[in-house]
């Protein structure tokens, strides 16, 4: 029967079929379903959507939505947070193959150099970008770390983005939700109008650009004084993907971020509770949500306060019980009965 349903039924819980739908939704509303009526939809129970009644085993009751909404955000978290790894380590290999490179010199037969290119220096990798801007014909897609953009930044940029857009090429850009508080970045996207749309996250990758899904241009060195120029279609098309993933999970820069639905967190302390969980120090998670150590600081203390804990091994602990250790959006309601701090306005 598991077999027979997974190849009628090839889909997952975020993606029900039509038959599926409208049994799971008739058991959500009626609190139960026949054991019958479920019988031409077996994704229901392969997917735990549906569980035998321990009362009458001729009928069905359903998974709450809401544990429903939990398992597929800590599943998209733990994809997402893969990628992000799988990521800083090719980063790291293409670090240590550019210094072999600069160490031996290549055959002249060897073919790669098309391939993969190390520009070194800020003079080359202008060039570069100048260069696959102007062959560039359709998408740019950019990640965007370190939180509030500076003036610089981005008027560094701004010629090649005011010429993508007189040709009509279509941009799509990711920033940390700090971004969001920068005047620079709104005003840059209201300069360029429909021809960029951006979305934000708690964190991203390390900066990223694509053209046409043909090159793309990622850091070499932690000074960004060095960048890989990569156009081996597999590497390429490995980063669309982890783009897509993350632009799938981020939130447009003109949607309200999610409310925490705990009293006095806001959705950035969710995010730095989650890495405390995790067990970061405060100057790694100042630099993942592209924020300054004294304003991560400043957070913990305010965590610490509406949580009622005295020091940080308590604080780890209440952080716990509030269900504030796995991902945004992915905790119930906390079971811990927080202290009385007062209202205060989520920040």
């Known amino acids: 029967m598991a077999g027979h349903g997974a190849e009628e039924h090839p889909h997952g819980a975020d993606r029900l079929c039509e038959a599926g739908d409208r049994v799971y939704s008739r ?15 077996p994704c229901l129970l392969e997917l735990a959507l549906l569980h035998p009644d321990p009362d009458d085993m001729d009928w069905l009751v359903p998974t709450a939505p809401q544990e429903v909404m939990t398992r597929l955000l800590r ?26 490179g600069r160490q031996v010199q290549p055959a002249p037969s060897a073919g790669e150099g098309s391939a993969i290119r190390v520009l070194d220096g800020l003079a080359r990798i202008q060039a570069a970008m100048d260069e696959a801007t102007q062959g560039c014909t359709t998408e740019v897609l950019t990640v965007q770390p370190g939180g509030i953009r500076r003036e610089a930044e981005l008027s560094e940029g701004l010629h090649r983005a005011l010429a993508l857009r007189g ?18 970045l709104l005003n840059y996207l209201e300069l360029m109008g429909d021809a960029v749309e951006a979305r934000t996250l708690d964190e991203v990758i390390d900066r990223l650009i694509l053209f046409d899904r043909t090159v793309a241009f990622i850091p070499a060195n932690t000074d960004r004084t060095m960048a890989l120029e990569l156009r081996h279609p597999a590497i390429v098309e490995y980063l669309v993907t982890v783009f897509e993933r993350l632009w799938r999970l981020a939130i447009p820069l003109t949607a309200p971020l999610p409310d925490t639905g705990i009293e006095g967190i806001s959705h950035r302390e969710r995010s730095i509770a989650a890495l405390l969980a995790e067990g970061h120090q405060d100057a790694v998670i100042a630099e993942r949500l592209g924020i300054s150590v004294r304003t991560c600081r400043a957070h913990i203390a305010r965590l610490s306060e509406t949580l009622g804990a005295a020091s940080r091994t308590q604080l780890g602990v209440r952080i716990a019980q509030a269900g504030l250790d796995g991902p945004p959006g992915a905790a119930s309601s906390p079971s ?3 202290p009385d701090q007062g209202s205060r306005t989520a920040r």
């Open 27 to 41: 058991a959500v509303r009626r609190g139960r379903v026949a054991r019958r009526d479920a019988d031409p939809v």
């Open 75 to 100: 599943g998209m978290y733990d994809e997402v947070r893969a990628s992000q790894r799988r990521v800083g380590s090719a980063v790291a290999a293409f670090e240590w193959y550019a210094g072999l």
């Open 167 to 184: 040709r009509g090429v279509r941009m799509r850009d990711l920033y940390t939700h700090v971004a969001r508080h920068g005047q620079g």
């Open 336 to 338: 811990l009965g927080l």
